[in-house]
Nanobody
Framework: QVQLVESGGGLVQPGGSLRLSCTSS????????MGWYRQAPGKQRELVAS???????NYADSVKGRFTISRDNAKNTVYLQMNSLKPEDTAVYYC?????????WGQGTQVTVSS
């Protein structure tokens, strides 16, 4: 199993910002559409944002205008800039190709938005 490695999560107050990163030493991101997903307690995992190989982006309605996905193929890294965070953004965030491949799921990074 090849896992992707997510980082950058943490505890932040409502209205704050975080930048998540995702990288891998074994998966070449440049050939895939990549996505950020999240799973909140008691809920199903959902796609938050995706970026194509040509850097076209798409967002879930709940994060549109607040989150920005980007990729740096030279660094084999995908980012998620999260601004104006809300308590409902609290979840474990994962990256994967889109559509996801089961063997690529990593441990995720916890994002908690709370005062």
């Amino acid at each position: 199993q090849v896992q992707l490695v997510e980082s950058g999560g943490g505890l932040v107050q409502p209205g704050g910002s975080l930048r998540l990163s995702c990288t891998s030493s074994r998966v070449i991101f440049s050939i895939f559409t990549m996505g950020w997903y999240r799973q909140a307690p008691g809920k199903q995992r959902e796609l938050v944002a995706s970026v194509t190989t040509g850097s076209y982006t798409n967002y879930a309605d709940s994060v549109k205008g607040r989150f920005t996905i980007s990729r740096d193929n030279a660094k084999n890294t995908v980012y998620l800039q999260m601004n104006s965070l809300k308590p409902e953004d609290t979840a474990v965030y994962y990256c994967n190709k889109h559509p996801p491949y089961i063997n690529y799921w990593g441990q995720g990074t916890q994002v908690t938005v709370s005062s």
